[in-house]
């Protein structure tokens, strides 16, 4: 009796399971049966039907059990089924198809060994056969940033690159410059500026409202006596009249920079060069500039040297540790890579006064504070080389925070800044770095941060163009990542409910052009009366610079682990 209620209670409990199973493994090797036999017959291949009859099998597992092993694989197998199909039909909606089924592998299967495989199969679609460059960039890029121990990587990187280069030479075509008026008007060059050091120099062109430009670099000409050339033309662009049009810089990079008229209806700014070629260039917005990054990579690699050469010392725990006590290195030192400069960024200032609720409390001053009092923990505790880009109450624009860390060579930019929002309820930390914005609130950050319009911040091309600028995305986010879970668990010892609003990828302008990794962090908010209180604080600013110091100590920990 017993031994026949047992059998029943396995029947119910395990058989219908153990069939589905059973069921599932067939559908998969029958679909997979049927792509191989259409694989190997190139007269098969030619029929529609002969695909659609593959792929329908292949959904039916993805419909029946979605959430199963063989639905990933089928999505994938149905992906690369439509990509076989467009090859012989030309149709595009077959190409939607295969994006189609490839997204819903990594969104539905994010963790999946392909799906990182399914993303650059997204890639290559929108890069071989939709030719949509802006899209490609896209898809490459979410590899390095979603999947960033993944195998496809490499592959990922050797693609953004190639992109990267034919994005910049269809710029003027590609790229349309935001906010262009069609016809008629000119735009006027209102200033050229620049900031220079022996190693480093960025110019500024300023307009009173966007153009299409281009640029390139000339080789020197020996026999017009000419040096290495780097221009850029402005279209449809004029003069002011009382600019200076030749600007002697002289710092043994560039010689000087110009600005004349090329063609009736162009402007064209001319950097003569003294020791090299290689620069970058973007835009911002509000008002339209046109930033140039010229660098000397030489010095680049006696960096490298030195940093390779200090880290051959036998590491503990990721802490370079030195036979000798060497009272004159500083921690800095000992803890190798190089990093012993930082640029602390307290945002705002001057005529810009960031965020304020009333009360004569701005967040420029806020900020100020708080950064002067991270410095001094800096300098203490690591012996750091800190650099502020304004240690008192001055206006400086975006481009010229990053310029002050590229000239300074800093290791690393850190930008504070105080949040506020509409609903005052709403309170605590958020750390970002230079990315695509991901959500709407990220966004409206980053609109207020940028003293822009949401409208601007959410044109794709503008971000795209910004990203491709710095190639520290990994870092930035490790860094961010650190500063974020540090500062909680300073902050959440000693007061009470202090929100983790968590790490953000937002597009700032203050952290595009950086070449160091680099990140901003948002303290507190000011429209939340109780954390207002507290910001206010040399107590909390303490703590909140206590807490930055323990990242930067366990980031430099962590990058020394994944190199030695
Ligand atoms: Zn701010």
Same mark, same amino acid.
């Given at each position: 009796m017993s031994y026949v209620l047992v059998c029943i209670f396995a029947l119910l409990l395990i058989s219908p399971k153990a069939m589905a199973r059973d069921k599932k493994t067939d559908m998969l090797a029958s679909a997979d049966a049927c792509r191989k036999e259409l694989e190997t017959s190139s007269k098969d291949m030619k029929f529609r039907k002969n695909w659609m009859k593959c792929i329908g099998r292949?959904?039916?597992?993805?419909?029946?059990?979605?959430?199963?092993e063989d639905a990933a694989w089928s999505l994938y197998r149905v992906g690369n089924l439509y990509v076989g199909l467009f090859g012989f039909s030309a149709r595009p909606a077959d190409l939607d198809k295969?994006?189609?089924?490839?997204?819903?592998?990594?969104?539905?299967?994010?963790?999946?060994?392909?799906?990182?495989?399914?993303?650059?199969?997204?890639?290559?679609i929108y890069f071989r056969h939709k030719n949509d460059l802006v899209q490609a960039y896209r898809s490459f890029l979410k590899i390095e940033v979603n999947y960033p121990d993944g195998d496809m990587v490499p592959g990922a990187k050797r693609m953004l690159e190639d992109i990267a280069v034919a994005l910049g030479e269809n710029e003027a075509t590609r790229i349309p410059v935001q906010g262009e008026k069609p016809g008629g008007d000119y735009a006027t060059v209102t200033d050229i500026r620049y900031w220079s050091s022996q190693n480093y120099?960025?110019?500024?062109?300023?307009?009173?409202?966007?153009?299409?430009?281009?640029?390139?670099?000339?080789?020197?000409?020996? /026999?017009?006596?000419?040096?290495? #050339?780097?221009?850029?033309? $402005? *279209?449809?662009?004029? %003069?002011?009249? +009382?600019i200076e049009r030749e600007i002697p810089i002289r710092d043994g990079l560039l010689q000087r920079a110009r600005a004349a008229l090329n063609t009736p209806d162009t402007v064209r700014?001319?950097?003569?060069? /003294?020791?090299?070629?290689?620069? #970058?260039?973007?835009?911002? $917005? *509000?008002?339209?500039? %046109?930033?140039? +990054?010229?660098?000397?990579?030489?010095d680049r690699i006696k960096e490298t040297k030195l940093t390779r050469k200090s880290t051959t010392?036998?590491?503990?725990?990721?802490?370079?540790?030195?036979?000798?006590?060497?009272p004159d290195v500083s921690l800095a030192r000992q803890l190798?890579?190089?990093?012993r400069r930082i640029v602390i960024d307290p945002g705002h200032g001057g005529k810009d006064p960031g965020c304020y609720v009333g009360g004569g409390i701005y967040?420029?001053?806020?900020?100020?504070?708080?950064?002067k009092r991270l410095a001094k923990q800096m300098k203490e505790k690591f012996g750091f080389e800190v650099f502020l880009t304004r240690s008192k109450d001055i206006f400086l624009s975006l481009e010229q925070r990053t310029a002050i860390a590229n000239m300074r060579k800093a290791d690393l930019f850190i930008s504070?800044?105080?949040?506020?929002?509409?609903?005052?309820?709403?309170?605590?930390?958020?750390?970002?770095f230079l990315n695509m914005a991901t959500d709407q609130g990220a966004i409206t950050v980053a609109a207020r941060e940028n003293a822009t319009t949401e409208k601007n911040m959410s044109d794709l091309q503008v971000i795209i163009r910004d990203l491709m600028l710095n190639n520290k995305i990994n870092e930035s986010s490790k860094l961010a990542h650190e500063i974020q879970q540090n500062v909680l668990s300073r902050l959440s010892g000693r007061y009470r409910r202090v929100k983790d609003l968590g790490v953000k990828q937002a597009p700032f302008y203050v952290l595009t052009g950086a070449s160091m990794p680099a990140v901003l962090v948002e303290i507190g908010f000011i429209t939340n009366k109780t954390e207002r209180k507290r910001i206010t604080t040399r107590e909390y600013q303490d703590h909140v610079a206590s807490g930055i110091c323990d990242a930067v100590e366990n980031y430099v920990k962590k990058v020394s682990e994944t190199l030695t």
């Amino acid at each position: 009796m017993s031994y026949v209620l047992v059998c029943i209670f396995a029947l119910l409990l395990i058989s219908p399971k153990a069939m589905a199973r059973d069921k599932k493994t067939d559908m998969l090797a029958s679909a997979d049966a049927c792509r191989k036999e259409l694989e190997t017959s190139s007269k098969d291949m030619k029929f529609r039907k002969n695909w659609m009859k593959c792929i329908g099998r292949y959904e039916n597992i993805t419909r029946r059990f979605p959430a199963s092993e063989d639905a990933a694989w089928s999505l994938y197998r149905v992906g690369n089924l439509y990509v076989g199909l467009f090859g012989f039909s030309a149709r595009p909606a077959d190409l939607d198809k295969a994006i189609e089924s490839f997204e819903g592998l990594v969104k539905r299967h994010p963790g999946h060994s392909l799906a990182d495989d399914a993303q650059y199969s997204i890639g290559i679609i929108y890069f071989r056969h939709k030719n949509d460059l802006v899209q490609a960039y896209r898809s490459f890029l979410k590899i390095e940033v979603n999947y960033p121990d993944g195998d496809m990587v490499p592959g990922a990187k050797r693609m953004l690159e190639d992109i990267a280069v034919a994005l910049g030479e269809n710029e003027a075509t590609r790229i349309p410059v935001q906010g262009e008026k069609p016809g008629g008007d000119y735009a006027t060059v209102t200033d050229i500026r620049y900031w220079s050091s022996q190693n480093y120099t960025r110019v500024v062109i300023d307009l009173d409202r966007a153009v299409n430009y281009t640029h390139a670099s000339l080789e020197p000409n020996a /026999e017009a006596e000419r040096p290495r #050339r780097l221009y850029v033309d $402005l *279209d449809k662009t004029h %003069i002011k009249k +009382d600019i200076e049009r030749e600007i002697p810089i002289r710092d043994g990079l560039l010689q000087r920079a110009r600005a004349a008229l090329n063609t009736p209806d162009t402007v064209r700014v001319v950097l003569d060069i /003294e020791s090299m070629k290689d620069y #970058r260039i973007f835009h911002l $917005l *509000d008002p339209f500039r %046109i930033v140039l +990054d010229v660098e000397r990579p030489q010095d680049r690699i006696k960096e490298t040297k030195l940093t390779r050469k200090s880290t051959t010392r036998k590491a503990r725990n990721g802490i370079l540790i030195s036979k000798e006590p060497e009272p004159d290195v500083s921690l800095a030192r000992q803890l190798g890579l190089g990093i012993r400069r930082i640029v602390i960024d307290p945002g705002h200032g001057g005529k810009d006064p960031g965020c304020y609720v009333g009360g004569g409390i701005y967040e420029k001053d806020l900020v100020l504070n708080a950064a002067k009092r991270l410095a001094k923990q800096m300098k203490e505790k690591f012996g750091f080389e800190v650099f502020l880009t304004r240690s008192k109450d001055i206006f400086l624009s975006l481009e010229q925070r990053t310029a002050i860390a590229n000239m300074r060579k800093a290791d690393l930019f850190i930008s504070i800044h105080v949040n506020a929002h509409k609903d005052e309820r709403v309170n605590g930390i958020e750390t970002y770095f230079l990315n695509m914005a991901t959500d709407q609130g990220a966004i409206t950050v980053a609109a207020r941060e940028n003293a822009t319009t949401e409208k601007n911040m959410s044109d794709l091309q503008v971000i795209i163009r910004d990203l491709m600028l710095n190639n520290k995305i990994n870092e930035s986010s490790k860094l961010a990542h650190e500063i974020q879970q540090n500062v909680l668990s300073r902050l959440s010892g000693r007061y009470r409910r202090v929100k983790d609003l968590g790490v953000k990828q937002a597009p700032f302008y203050v952290l595009t052009g950086a070449s160091m990794p680099a990140v901003l962090v948002e303290i507190g908010f000011i429209t939340n009366k109780t954390e207002r209180k507290r910001i206010t604080t040399r107590e909390y600013q303490d703590h909140v610079a206590s807490g930055i110091c323990d990242a930067v100590e366990n980031y430099v920990k962590k990058v020394s682990e994944t190199l030695t």
